[in-house]
C-alpha cells in the first residue's frame, strides 16, 4: 500500500496517510523544477511552490503540494525537501505540516500578501492567521 495519496477535505485536495505511520516516516520527497526568484514562480503554482532557501522555489510536479497546513502538524519538510512524519498518523488521515514556521536564525525572504490565509486546522494551537514565517 502507498504511504500516501491525494484525497479530499472541506476546501479542496489534501495529501492523505495511505495506511497507519510511526514519527520519522519519510512520506515522499518534493520533485519538480527550481527557479531563481519567486516572480519566476508560474501564476498558477503560487501558492504551492515551496521556498528552499532566501530567494529559490521549487515549483512542485508531484503530490506533495497537496500537503496542507496546519498549527499542529504531523509532518515536517526536512532538509532533504522530505515530507516526514513528527508524530504517529492514523490511516487515511491528512497529512499537513506548518507553513509559517521558521527556525531561530533562519533569514527567510519577505512573505508575500498572498501567502496570507484565515487557518481552518481545527487545533487548539491554531494561531487564527497565517501572515509570517515566525509565530507571533
Known sequence: MRLSFVGTNDYGKCLRAGKSLPAGVIIAKWEGYIVDSYDDVPANMKLKALLIDDVRFLVPTNDCMYANHSCD??????????????????????????YALCENGDDPMEWQPEWSFTCHCGSSKCRGIIDRYFYP
Do not use: Q, Y
Request: one cysteine or more.
Open 73 to 98: 502538524p504531523n509532518c515536517e519538510i526536512t532538509d532533504n525537501l522530505e515530507i516526514m512524519t513528527v508524530k504517529p498518523v492514523k490511516a487515511f488521515e491528512e497529512l499537513c505540516f506548518d
